[in-house]
């Protein structure tokens, strides 16, 4: 039988990659239980060994963007306990109404972290980069093209699901002089969002969707759907349907993937996003079926490795005054790097993910609906 350290090294090399190479993307083990872990570990290994400095890689962006492209995750062998993960994924709903506030464990990290890497901003989520030379007029066009999407008016009222620090509900307050509703489950981003939003026609409230009440001209969601899950997606659009009117228009912002998933990936469930799980474009559009009437699908996928780029860049930038400000070391350091790079790679490859905005109506648009690029 072959040894662990053999098939491990081997599997790489069909990606182009080299234990202990000399290439930016090659690997540099220094623990020889590596090869072990990650074999019987697979994805949570693999970035359990990197945090705890078992592993390093000069440019971890390109070692995924190589792992991704030639499929290795499919190659290696989960042990019992991701194979549990999968069974009680198929039988509970780790998204109910229980579960849903512990996402916000994420987005209480801490505002000063996110300051110095969202930017001025604060947008979290896809930038739009068409015509923009940096991060924060990328995410202002993000917040502008999702609102001509809406067709939004000034004394309209828009409904932000998953409002986050609030920087599209000021955007829309501002520019477009809409009456904004943002809704989080974040105590931490309601805090910070409420004081970027002062004097301006904006209420932020710390509430599950499922909870939310009222009837709204436009609704918004952006980032959000990832934390719904499969098993309630249907559930979260027909409430989409019951909060917007019926010459209302809802625009939606989320990753898809290719094909429906059994679980999300074991460390990013553990470390980065807890019961998080994404649906697939068959999936999403299925539970609008009878619901809401799709008017038109965009897909941004490659703006996302440009985003989190320059969020790790300023992440590297800032990370000396993020270190002293909280309770962040070297170990934070280690998966906060691997979580960034990881998911820049995921969007540069483009095989699994993609990033879509849709815009949905309850009955139809009047007219032929006119789309915004």
């Known amino acids: 039988m072959e040894s662990a350290e053999k098939l491990i090294t081997d ?14 993307y090659d690997i ?3 623990n020889p239980n590596f090869f072990k872990r990650v074999l019987s570990g697979a994805s949570l290994g693999l970035g359990e060994s990197y945090v705890e400095g078992w592993w390093d890689c000069k440019a971890l962006d390109k070692f995924f963007d190589k792992v991704f492209r030639a499929r290795l ?15 009680a994924a198929k039988v509970v709903n780790l998204q109910n109404p229980m579960r849903a506030f512990q996402i ?31 991060l924060d007029q990328a ?3 993000k917040y502008d093209l999702l609102c ?9 009222t828009l409904l932000d699901i998953g409002c986050g620090w609030g920087g599209l509900a000021r955007h829309a307050a501002k520019k477009y002089k809409a009456k904004v509703t943002g809704v989080t489950v974040s105590e931490e981003q309601a805090k910070l969002a409420r004081e970027l939003c002062k004097g301006l026609p904006v209420e932020i409230k710390v509430q599950d969707y499922r909870d939310i009440k009222g009837q709204y001209d436009r609704v918004v969601s952006v980032g959000m759907a990832e934390h719904v899950g499969p098993k309630n997606m249907r559930t979260y659009m027909k409430k ?20 429906p998933v059994p679980i999300s990936d074991p460390w990013y469930n553990k470390y980065i996003f807890p019961n998080g799980h994404l649906s697939s474009m068959g999936q999403l559009l299925t539970a609008t079926d009878g619901i809401l009437r799709s ?15 320059a969020w790790h860049k300023n992440f590297i930038k800032h990370w000396p005054e993020i270190k002293k400000s909280g309770d962040y070391d070297e170990r934070f350091f280690r998966m906060w790097e691997y979580y960034l790079l990881s998911a820049a790679a995921i969007f540069r490859c483009r095989q699994n993910h993609q990033l879509m905005q849709g815009v949905l109506t309850k009955y139809g648009f009047p007219g032929e609906y006119e789309t915004a690029r």
């Not at 989409?240 to 094909?259: M, N, P, Q, T």
């Open 28 to 30: 540099q083990v220094h």
């Open 295 to 309: 008017e038109d699908w965009h897909n941004l996928g490659d703006d996302y490795d440009k985003t989190v780029m």
């Open 139 to 141: 995410q202002e066009d």
């Open 148 to 156: 001509r999407k809406l067709h939004l008016k000034p004394g309209m």
């Open 73 to 87: 995750e499919l190659r290696v062998k989960s042990d019992k306990r991701l194979l549990l993960k999968l069974i």
């Open 104 to 134: 916000a464990k994420h987005y209480n990290t801490g505002n000063f972290l996110y300051e110095k890497m969202l930017g001025k901003s604060m947008a979290y989520s896809c930038a739009y980069w068409k015509k923009a030379k940096n």
């Open 240 to 259: 989409i349907a019951s909060l917007l009117k019926d010459d209302g228009i809802f625009a939606y912002h989320s990753f898809v993937c290719r094909e």
């Open 11 to 24: 599997l790489l090399a069909e990606a182009g990659i080299t234990v202990n190479g000399n290439k930016p």
